[in-house]
Protein backbone atom coordinates (compact mmCIF):
# COMPACT_ATOMS: atom_id res chain seq x y z
CA UNK A 1 0.00 0.00 0.00
CA UNK A 2 1.43 3.43 -0.90
CA UNK A 3 0.87 6.23 1.30
CA UNK A 4 -0.35 9.11 -0.35
CA UNK A 5 0.95 12.33 -1.14
CA UNK A 6 -1.13 14.42 1.41
CA UNK A 7 0.53 12.14 4.17
CA UNK A 8 3.85 11.88 2.59
CA UNK A 9 3.49 15.76 2.52
CA UNK A 10 3.05 16.46 6.23
CA UNK A 11 6.04 13.92 6.88
CA UNK A 12 8.60 15.59 4.87
CA UNK A 13 7.29 19.27 6.71
CA UNK A 14 7.79 17.32 10.01
CA UNK A 15 11.31 16.29 9.16
CA UNK A 16 11.95 19.79 8.06
CA UNK A 17 10.66 21.48 11.21
CA UNK A 18 7.95 23.15 10.51
CA UNK A 19 5.01 22.36 12.23
CA UNK A 20 1.59 21.44 10.42
CA UNK A 21 -1.74 21.35 12.11
CA UNK A 22 -2.93 17.90 12.16
CA UNK A 23 -6.31 16.34 13.50
CA UNK A 24 -7.57 13.10 14.83
CA UNK A 25 -10.75 12.03 15.77
CA UNK A 26 -11.77 9.11 17.78
CA UNK A 27 -15.69 7.83 18.94
CA UNK A 28 -17.13 8.52 22.41
CA UNK A 29 -18.40 5.82 24.21
CA UNK A 30 -21.00 7.13 26.80
CA UNK A 31 -20.97 4.47 30.09
CA UNK A 32 -22.69 6.55 33.16
CA UNK A 33 -24.00 9.88 34.01
CA UNK A 34 -23.11 11.52 37.78
CA UNK A 35 -23.43 14.60 39.91
CA UNK A 36 -19.98 16.32 39.16
CA UNK A 37 -20.30 18.49 35.94
CA UNK A 38 -17.46 16.69 34.55
CA UNK A 39 -16.87 13.64 31.95
CA UNK A 40 -13.81 11.65 31.25
CA UNK A 41 -12.54 9.30 28.57
CA UNK A 42 -9.58 8.74 25.74
CA UNK A 43 -8.65 11.12 23.30
CA UNK A 44 -6.27 8.92 21.81
CA UNK A 45 -5.96 4.89 21.95
CA UNK A 46 -2.53 3.87 21.24
CA UNK A 47 -1.26 1.14 19.05
CA UNK A 48 -4.96 1.38 16.83
CA UNK A 49 -4.27 2.14 13.37
CA UNK A 50 -7.20 4.61 12.25
CA UNK A 51 -8.65 5.32 9.23
CA UNK A 52 -6.29 7.36 8.25
CA UNK A 53 -3.91 4.62 8.12
CA UNK A 54 -2.09 6.43 11.54
CA UNK A 55 -1.29 4.62 14.65
CA UNK A 56 -0.39 6.24 17.55
CA UNK A 57 2.56 5.22 19.55
CA UNK A 58 2.78 4.55 23.34
CA UNK A 59 4.66 8.24 25.06
CA UNK A 60 3.94 9.78 21.77
CA UNK A 61 2.03 12.65 24.13
CA UNK A 62 4.46 12.42 27.34
CA UNK A 63 6.59 15.40 26.20
CA UNK A 64 4.02 17.36 25.17
CA UNK A 65 1.88 16.83 28.84
CA UNK A 66 5.42 17.63 30.59
CA UNK A 67 5.96 20.59 28.90
CA UNK A 68 2.09 21.64 29.47
CA UNK A 69 2.61 20.98 33.04
CA UNK A 70 5.44 22.92 33.41
CA UNK A 71 3.45 26.14 32.39
CA UNK A 72 0.38 25.01 34.70
CA UNK A 73 -2.18 24.69 31.85
CA UNK A 74 -3.78 22.46 29.72
CA UNK A 75 -4.67 22.04 25.72
CA UNK A 76 -7.62 23.85 25.09
CA UNK A 77 -10.98 22.13 25.55
CA UNK A 78 -12.72 23.48 22.13
CA UNK A 79 -16.14 22.67 20.28
CA UNK A 80 -15.58 21.55 16.41
CA UNK A 81 -11.77 22.49 16.33
CA UNK A 82 -12.96 26.02 16.60
CA UNK A 83 -11.05 28.44 18.29
CA UNK A 84 -13.52 30.94 18.62
CA UNK A 85 -15.61 28.45 20.76
CA UNK A 86 -13.82 27.34 23.89
CA UNK A 87 -16.48 24.92 25.95
CA UNK A 88 -15.00 24.30 29.60
CA UNK A 89 -11.61 23.24 30.79
CA UNK A 90 -9.55 19.88 30.81
CA UNK A 91 -8.67 19.26 34.39
CA UNK A 92 -6.76 16.03 33.73
CA UNK A 93 -4.32 14.41 30.78
CA UNK A 94 -2.25 11.47 31.30
CA UNK A 95 -1.25 8.51 29.49
CA UNK A 96 -1.77 5.60 30.46
CA UNK A 97 -1.82 1.73 28.85
CA UNK A 98 -4.69 2.33 26.97
CA UNK A 99 -4.47 5.95 25.60
CA UNK A 100 -4.40 9.48 26.15
CA UNK A 101 -6.99 9.79 29.26
CA UNK A 102 -9.02 13.17 29.44
CA UNK A 103 -10.92 14.55 31.93
CA UNK A 104 -12.84 17.98 31.19
CA UNK A 105 -15.30 20.02 32.39
CA UNK A 106 -17.95 22.08 30.87
CA UNK A 107 -18.37 25.75 31.87
CA UNK A 108 -21.44 26.47 33.48
CA UNK A 109 -23.62 29.67 31.91
CA UNK A 110 -21.58 28.95 28.34
CA UNK A 111 -24.14 28.48 25.79
CA UNK A 112 -22.15 25.90 23.48
CA UNK A 113 -20.90 24.03 26.72
CA UNK A 114 -24.65 23.60 28.17
CA UNK A 115 -25.63 22.56 24.28
CA UNK A 116 -22.43 20.15 23.88
CA UNK A 117 -23.73 18.60 27.33
CA UNK A 118 -27.09 17.92 26.36
CA UNK A 119 -26.24 16.16 23.01
CA UNK A 120 -23.68 13.92 24.66
CA UNK A 121 -25.99 13.10 27.67
CA UNK A 122 -28.38 12.22 25.13
CA UNK A 123 -25.73 10.23 22.99
CA UNK A 124 -26.44 12.76 19.87
CA UNK A 125 -22.71 14.06 20.16
CA UNK A 126 -20.01 10.82 19.94
CA UNK A 127 -16.74 12.37 18.80
CA UNK A 128 -13.57 13.33 20.04
CA UNK A 129 -10.76 14.90 18.10
CA UNK A 130 -7.22 15.66 18.87
CA UNK A 131 -5.35 19.13 17.09
CA UNK A 132 -2.10 18.23 17.24
CA UNK A 133 1.57 18.94 15.41
CA UNK A 134 3.59 15.59 14.22
CA UNK A 135 7.27 16.40 15.90
CA UNK A 136 8.59 12.74 15.08
CA UNK A 137 7.15 10.01 12.84
CA UNK A 138 7.90 6.41 11.45
CA UNK A 139 6.88 5.50 8.03
CA UNK A 140 5.99 1.72 7.45
CA UNK A 141 5.58 1.24 3.35
CA UNK A 142 5.32 -2.20 3.44
CA UNK A 143 2.20 -2.01 5.85
CA UNK A 144 1.05 1.45 4.61
CA UNK A 145 1.00 2.84 7.72
CA UNK A 146 2.71 6.08 10.09
CA UNK A 147 3.31 5.52 13.50
CA UNK A 148 3.65 8.69 14.87
CA UNK A 149 5.86 8.69 18.02
CA UNK A 150 5.95 12.35 19.34
CA UNK A 151 2.95 14.36 18.94
CA UNK A 152 2.82 18.76 20.17
CA UNK A 153 -0.89 18.32 21.62
CA UNK A 154 -2.72 21.58 20.99
CA UNK A 155 -6.56 20.88 21.86
CA UNK A 156 -9.02 18.60 22.40
CA UNK A 157 -12.37 19.12 20.98
CA UNK A 158 -15.99 17.65 21.24
CA UNK A 159 -16.75 16.80 17.64
CA UNK A 160 -20.09 15.51 15.69
CA UNK A 161 -17.88 12.93 13.40
CA UNK A 162 -15.32 10.26 14.20
CA UNK A 163 -12.84 8.33 12.43
CA UNK A 164 -11.44 5.73 15.18
CA UNK A 165 -13.77 3.61 17.51
CA UNK A 166 -11.25 2.49 19.98
CA UNK A 167 -11.35 5.93 22.10
CA UNK A 168 -14.23 7.28 23.73
CA UNK A 169 -15.90 9.06 27.07
CA UNK A 170 -15.66 6.86 29.82
CA UNK A 171 -18.05 8.77 32.16
CA UNK A 172 -20.11 12.04 32.13
CA UNK A 173 -21.39 14.14 35.21
CA UNK A 174 -23.94 16.45 35.52
CA UNK A 175 -23.06 18.97 38.08
CA UNK A 176 -26.05 20.25 40.25
CA UNK A 177 -28.84 21.90 38.99
CA UNK A 178 -28.13 25.25 37.54
CA UNK A 179 -32.02 26.78 37.27
CA UNK A 180 -35.38 25.76 39.68
CA UNK A 181 -36.57 24.19 37.16
CA UNK A 182 -34.11 21.49 36.58
CA UNK A 183 -34.20 21.17 40.46
CA UNK A 184 -37.55 20.24 40.01
CA UNK A 185 -37.08 18.03 37.47
CA UNK A 186 -34.42 16.17 39.47
CA UNK A 187 -36.35 15.56 42.61
CA UNK A 188 -38.86 14.18 40.40
CA UNK A 189 -36.82 11.43 38.99
CA UNK A 190 -34.33 10.70 41.47
CA UNK A 191 -36.57 11.06 44.51
CA UNK A 192 -40.08 10.24 43.00
CA UNK A 193 -41.68 13.42 44.10
CA UNK A 194 -44.69 14.49 42.35
CA UNK A 195 -45.01 17.46 40.31
CA UNK A 196 -46.40 19.79 42.54
CA UNK A 197 -44.76 18.42 45.86
CA UNK A 198 -41.40 19.09 43.35
CA UNK A 199 -42.68 22.38 43.06
CA UNK A 200 -43.37 22.90 46.49
CA UNK A 201 -39.69 21.78 47.75
CA UNK A 202 -37.64 23.59 45.34
CA UNK A 203 -39.21 26.67 45.76
CA UNK A 204 -37.59 26.95 48.84
CA UNK A 205 -35.37 24.26 48.98
CA UNK A 206 -33.21 25.86 45.66
CA UNK A 207 -32.49 29.03 47.44
CA UNK A 208 -30.84 27.55 49.99
CA UNK A 209 -27.65 26.64 47.47
CA UNK A 210 -25.13 29.39 47.91
CA UNK A 211 -22.28 29.73 45.76
CA UNK A 212 -19.97 30.17 48.60
CA UNK A 213 -20.95 26.44 50.18
CA UNK A 214 -22.55 24.66 46.81
CA UNK A 215 -21.09 21.09 48.06
CA UNK A 216 -22.35 21.45 51.66
CA UNK A 217 -25.56 23.25 50.91
CA UNK A 218 -26.20 20.44 48.48
CA UNK A 219 -25.24 17.52 51.14
CA UNK A 220 -27.51 19.08 53.44
CA UNK A 221 -30.72 19.89 51.22
CA UNK A 222 -30.51 15.98 49.97
CA UNK A 223 -30.71 14.86 53.76
CA UNK A 224 -33.76 16.91 54.55
CA UNK A 225 -35.10 15.57 50.73
CA UNK A 226 -34.52 12.18 51.47
CA UNK A 227 -36.35 12.47 55.21
CA UNK A 228 -38.94 13.89 53.44
CA UNK A 229 -39.16 11.30 50.99
CA UNK A 230 -38.97 8.32 53.95
CA UNK A 231 -42.00 9.79 55.97
CA UNK A 232 -44.42 9.98 53.21
Known amino acids: MVIDEDRAARCRASKEGRRVMEIKSFTLELKEV???????????????????????????????????????????????????????????????????????????????ADEAYALLKDGALDGLSIGYA?????????????????????????????MNPAAGVTGVKAGPPRTIREFEAGLREKFGFSHAQAKSIASSGFKSLEPRDEDGAMNDLLRTIKGIRAGL
Not at 145 to 155: A, C, Q, W
Open 34 to 112: GDAGTFTGYGAAFGNVDQGRDLIVRGAFAESLSAWRSKGKQPKLLWQHDARRPIGVWTEMREDDYGLFVKGRFTAGVKQ
Open 134 to 162: TLEDEIDRAAGIRKLVKLDLIEVSLVTFA
